[in-house]
């Protein structure tokens, strides 16, 4: 900004473009950090249960992670986590963290199951019922 302002009257040149150019650049970076650190644009995590899969979104630039049920031979759940067993023997994992009450943790842990013995998938719990 200080080159932009201290050229002489007389000076016509193109150096300001390149200053305005870097300047412009420079502020797009910031707003591009800020929304990827901040919530300006509202929660963009979230955890989505369907009949058919089950997508997890972890931020705004973030990618989704789908798992079709149809994949799944086993699902496995710990306090923090839900580990999902596929078919061509990996396994993916989606964080529980996402959600922040007990309560919403429960009613999420339930639709899972209920969706698993619609397609007939075995479902381990090994949470521990921690109370604070």
Not at 112 to 119: G, L, R, S, T, Y
């Amino acid at each position: 900004m200080f080159l932009i302002f201290t050229e002489p009257e007389g000076g016509t040149n193109d150096r300001h473009f390149f200053h305005y150019i870097f300047l412009v650049l420079a502020v797009g970076y910031l707003i591009f950090i800020l929304a990827q650190n901040t919530s300006l644009f509202g929660s963009q995590s979230y955890l989505e249960i369907t009949p058919a899969y089950v997508v997890e979104k972890r931020g705004h630039f973030k990618k989704k992670v789908a798992i079709h049920l149809q994949d799944v031979t086993g699902i496995t759940f710990n306090n923090t986590t839900a580990r999902f067993d596929l078919r061509d023997n990996t396994r993916c994992q989606l964080d529980l963290k996402l959600v922040r009450s007990r309560k919403s943790l429960k009613l999420v842990k339930e639709k899972i199951k209920e969706v698993a013995d619609k397609h007939a998938i075995p479902v381990t719990d090994n949470s521990a019922n921690n109370r604070r």
